[in-house]
C-alpha cells in the first residue's frame, strides 16, 4: 500500500504525520491502515500513490529470489518464467539492473509488455518451449510453477541456480509446496543448487526497491486500477490469471 502518515504511535521515530510513504499493513483495502514502521519506506519520487502501492510484496519477493537466493552476477544467463505477472514484471527489470542478460518466458498477449520492460529475448511458451535448444541459464526464477524439476534441470548450467517462488500448479498433498520440498533435496546431490526461499519484509529493502525505482530501473508496472468499491472485481480479474502485472486499488 501506499499513502500518507495520518498519526504515530508512541513509539515512532522514523516518520511524521504527513509523510509519503509505501510498504505493507494490515488490512490495506481501506481508507486507514495499520502499518510497523520498519515495513514502510519514503515513497519514490518519481511514483504516484497507485505505483508505489503495487511495489512492496512484489518487488521484495523478485529483489530478494535473485539478489539474496540466485546470487545474479553481472553477465549471467537469467530465465524469468512467468515474467509477465506481478512478480515477474519486476523480477526481468531488477535482473537486467544487476546487469544479467534476461530472457523472459510469458503467453502471446503479453509479449510485448515484457519486452518493453527490458526483457533481452522473450519465448511465447504458446509457439516455443524454453527447454527445447541449447541454451542453457546461470540461473532460473520459476514463477509460473508448472514446469518439472527435470525439465528446469536440463535447461540449467551443470552449476546453475533454479529458485522457485510460489506454489502454483502443485501436489494433491502439500498444497503447492511439492516441488519445491523435492528441489531442495534433489539439491544436495547434484552440482546444481536447486530450493526455494521465503520472502522477508523490511525496510531496508524496501529502500533498495526505491533507489532502483528512483534511478530509473525499475518501474512498476499496472494493468487496471479499480476504486475501492470494486475490490471483488479486482480479485475476480487476477484470479482469471490474464493480468499484465499488477492491478491497484484506489481510495
Not at 521484495?60 to 540466485?70: E, H, I, K, N, V
Not at 552440482?191 to 519484509?201: A, C, P, R
Amino acid at each position: 500500500m501506499a499513502g500518507v502518515v495520518e498519526a504515530l504511535g508512541k513509539d515512532v521515530t522514523r516518520f511524521q504525520p504527513g509523510d509519503e510513504v509505501f510498504g505493507i499493513g494490515k488490512g490495506s483495502f481501506a481508507e486507514y491502515v495499520c502499518a510497523l514502521e520498519d515495513k514502510l519506506a519514503p515513497r519514490p519520487a518519481n511514483l504516484t500513490f497507485e505505483q508505489a502501492a503495487v511495489v512492496a510484496i512484489s518487488g521484495l519477493t523478485a529483489l530478494q529470489g535473485l539478489r539474496d537466493r540466485g546470487r545474479v552476477e553481472p553477465g549471467q544467463e537469467v530465465l524469468v518464467i512467468g515474467a509477465s505477472g506481478g512478480v515477474g514484471t519486476y523480477a526481468v527489470q531488477i535482473a537486467k539492473a544487476f546487469g544479467a542478460h534476461v530472457t523472459s518466458v510469458c503467453s502471446t498477449t503479453k509479449v510485448n509488455m515484457v519486452r518493453s520492460i527490458g526483457a533481452d529475448h522473450v519465448i511465447d511458451y504458446t509457439r516455443e518451449d524454453f527447454a527445447e535448444g541449447d541454451q542453457r541459464y546461470d540461473l532460473i526464477l520459476d514463477i509460473g510453477g508448472n514446469s518439472s524439476l527435470s525439465r528446469l534441470r536440463l535447461t540449467l548450467t551443470h552449476e546453475g541456480t533454479l529458485v522457485i517462488v510460489g506454489g502454483e500448479g502443485g501436489g494433491r498433498w502439500l498444497g503447492g509446496i511439492d516441488r519445491q520440498l523435492r528441489a531442495m533435496m534433489l539439491s544436495l546431490f547434484v552440482g546444481q543448487k536447486l530450493g526455494t526461499f521465503v520472502s522477508t519484509q523490511n525496510q531496508e529493502d524496501l529502500i533498495a526497491l526505491k533507489e532502483l525505482i528512483e534511478s530509473g530501473k525499475v518501474t512498476p508496472v499496472i494493468d487496471r486500477t479499480y476504486p475501492l468499491a470494486e475490490v471483488p472485481e479486482a480479485i475476480r480479474y487476477l484470479q482469471e490469471g490474464h493480468a499484465r502485472g499488477k492491478v491497484a486499488i484506489t481510495v
